[in-house]
């Protein structure tokens, strides 16, 4: 299930295809150790064609139907490796995160070029434990300009401003 992402519209898809193609062009886009390395460009290219006319939803399909990701990863515990499988809600995440990541970024920048001041966290999807850290952020105003650049400098990794808050967390961001 995609988030609902209140403010995906033409106009911000725009900003989202500026934000992907400055990753590309700092070769800085976020790929998933998970992405079986002779598909990263298809991957790529669905990205790119989810943000210009889907949302996460299709991509996480496009992901699993073109079978993208390894079938099992190196896991280690303590000083031991073993091979595990992937998650099967793997495309999942994957699709959510980075469309939701663009889809913040591609916001913040429209917010920034609309000289709109400040960004709003919401729930765009239900989730039946949130957690607590992510609870409470919902309501939180968020700066554009630290956001998109917190966004841009911590690909794959939990940013500084906690938004996104990690994998399922279900919240985004809208415009006042």
Request: glycine content about 4%; charged content about 25%.
């Amino acid at each position: 299930m995609s988030l609902n992402y209140r403010n995906l519209n033409e106009k911000t898809r725009k900003f989202m295809l500026e934000e992907v193609q400055y990753d590309i062009s700092n070769n800085n886009i976020y790929i998933s150790s998970r992405i079986l390395k002779n598909r990263l460009q298809d991957y790529i290219e669905l990205l790119i064609q989810a943000i210009s006319e889907y949302e996460d939803g299709w991509l996480a399909n496009e992901i699993r139907n073109n079978q993208l990701l390894k079938s099992q990863e190196e896991r280690r515990r303590g000083e031991k490796v073993f091979m595990a499988k992937v998650p099967v809600n793997a495309a999942e995440m994957l699709a959510e995160g980075e469309f939701n990541r663009y889809y913040t970024r591609g916001l913040c920048l429209r917010a920034l070029n609309e000289d709109i001041k400040n960004v709003i966290v919401y729930r765009a999807k239900q989730v039946l434990n949130p957690r607590p850290e992510s609870e409470q952020m919902v309501n939180k105003k968020l700066n554009p300009e630290a956001l998109i650049q917190d966004l841009r400098t911590h690909q794959g990794v939990e940013p500084a401003l906690g938004l996104p808050p990690g994998p399922n967390s279900g919240l985004s961001i809208k415009l006042p």
